[in-house]
């Protein structure tokens, strides 16, 4: 594939540094480190914080739909403004921001090739200012847009049936050497590993050190050739907390052109702490996609598996 | 510096709760720019990858050793995570200089004192713990090597 299937999701610095102050445009910046914004962010940008804005504080998921159009209303977002997402990273929050409004159907979603990086390295100007205030618009949001969210019953039967998951974490996450602290249980699980089965690409490869993405031809020789995803199947993303595979989403949905691929949000704090879920440890032989659910690495079942969750 | 660290802690603290959760934003920020550079003799063994706090994905460099009974840290963290360097920032001016025990008798939890749950969220705020509990360990570490 010489070029990205949907080129036009990504836009250049300098096409955002132009279209600063256009009216139909807003440019939305998020990030990992809630300050970052307050020490400087692209002129005219506002800032919508994953953990603080897009996620239910007390349940485990979400904002709703009508929190969703508050939001947006809030930032003069309507319905068919253009938003363009960036953010530290390499855009990782940005695309998760961007996920999310596509959850909600939100249809003209960008990204800025390359994120805060990028903007630095070009030697932009930063605003130092407060978050802009702009008028108040009308929104009006879809019903969750569930053809790109997963939820662990389905990713279960997905697994069940052999069908390619891509695991995003680093290698020692995937392999359940547990990066896990003496007097303190990260954003964890009692259970190290990965779903049996899932291949395991770590996000950050998709991306040069600029902070852009790789080319079409490098990404596909990443997802296609080495991990052996397919267009055909239906593919499944999943990490942690569903942040970091995010961006592989965006890479093999828009960049890639792969027609379904879900999110699983849940991620490996749902599925390490289930009770009775299928883990794998060490590396999986298998490659993904490969349409066969036997697994030749070390698949336990969480009940029968010793404790990984103690390694360190 | 006569204060002890609870004393200090209290103060920083109350500079905190003083606050509204945007302010405590713009306060964090400004203890990560008052965050003295790594000192040039440090730069080599951060370069080699020496010091570094692994339970944090950002690249996080803590030297924590005693002088006499007294705690020095130096410390350095990526521009790119203010929020981590400027919780830094706080350890860093509330323990330097302090005695090895008061530092030790500080209270595990004490990222919540600050009030800044609603102003980070709950899963940045356990990153800062971490940093919190690795400083901790490594006095531990200091002291019990001054004994032997």
């Excluded at chain 1, 300050?35 to 709703?64: E, T």
């Excluded at chain 1, 855009?91 to 990028?118: D, P, Q, S």
Aim: proline share 6%.
């Amino acid at each position: 594939m010489a070029k990205y299937a949907h080129p036009e999701v990504l836009v250049s610095t300098d096409w955002v540094d132009q279209h600063k102050q256009d009216s139909s445009v807003r440019i939305v910046e998020s990030d990992e480190d809630l300050l970052l914004y307050q020490q400087g962010h692209v002129p005219g940008a506002v800032k919508i914080d994953w953990q603080n804005d897009l996620q239910d504080q007390l349940v485990r998921d979400y904002i709703d739909k009508d929190r969703f159009a508050e939001l947006c209303a809030s930032k003069g977002i309507s319905n068919d403004t253009t938003v363009v997402f960036y953010g530290d990273k390499n855009n990782w929050w940005a695309t998760y921001a961007l996920w999310v409004f596509k959850l909600y159907g939100h249809e003209k979603c960008l990204i800025m090739n390359g994120g805060r990086k990028r903007w630095e390295l070009d030697g932009r100007a930063w605003d130092r200012g407060a978050e802009p205030q702009y008028p108040r618009a009308n929104y009006v949001a879809k019903e969750p847009d569930l053809s790109i969210r997963a939820f662990r019953d389905e990713v279960f039967k997905h697994q069940k049936q052999g069908k390619p998951l891509v695991d995003v974490r680093s290698p020692g996450e995937y392999t359940g050497e547990l990066l896990h602290m003496p007097d303190y249980p990260q954003e964890g699980a009692l259970r190290g590993g990965h779903i049996p089965g899932a291949a395991n690409v770590p996000w950050s490869r998709a991306v040069n050190d600029d902070g852009t993405f790789k080319s079409a031809k490098e990404l596909e020789a990443l997802y296609v050739k080495d991990c052996g995803l397919s267009r055909r199947t239906p593919v499944v993303a999943y990490c942690r907390i569903g942040e970091r595979s995010s961006h592989t989403w965006f890479v093999l949905k828009y960049l890639l052109g792969f027609p379904k691929v879900k999110n699983y949000d849940g991620s490996w704090t749902e599925w390490g702490n289930l009770v009775g879920m299928p883990i794998a440890k060490g590396v999986d032989p298998r490659p993904a996609g490969q349409g066969t659910s036997k697994s030749t690495d070390q698949a336990k079942t969480a009940a029968d598996s010793t404790s990984a969750a103690n390694a360190s | 510096m006569t204060n002890s660290v609870a004393e200090r802690l209290e103060q920083v603290s109350a500079e905190f709760a003083e606050c509204e959760p945007r302010e405590r934003l713009e306060l964090l920020l400004e203890y990560a720019e008052n965050l003295p550079p790594l000192p040039p003799e440090y730069q080599a063994e951060r370069d080699a990858g020496l010091n570094r706090v692994h339970e944090c994905q950002t690249p996080v460099f803590l030297w924590v050793d005693l002088v006499g009974d007294r705690v020095r840290i130096v410390a350095d963290v990526a521009p790119e995570a203010p929020t981590v360097k400027g919780f830094v920032g706080v350890l860093v001016e509330t323990f330097n200089g302090a005695p090895a025990e008061e530092v030790l008798g500080v209270e595990p939890n004490l990222v919540q004192k600050f009030g800044l749950l609603e102003a980070l969220g709950m899963m940045r705020l356990r990153g800062l713990s971490a940093i919190a509990s690795v400083i901790r360990r490594r006095v531990q570490k200091a002291v019990a090597g001054n004994s032997n």
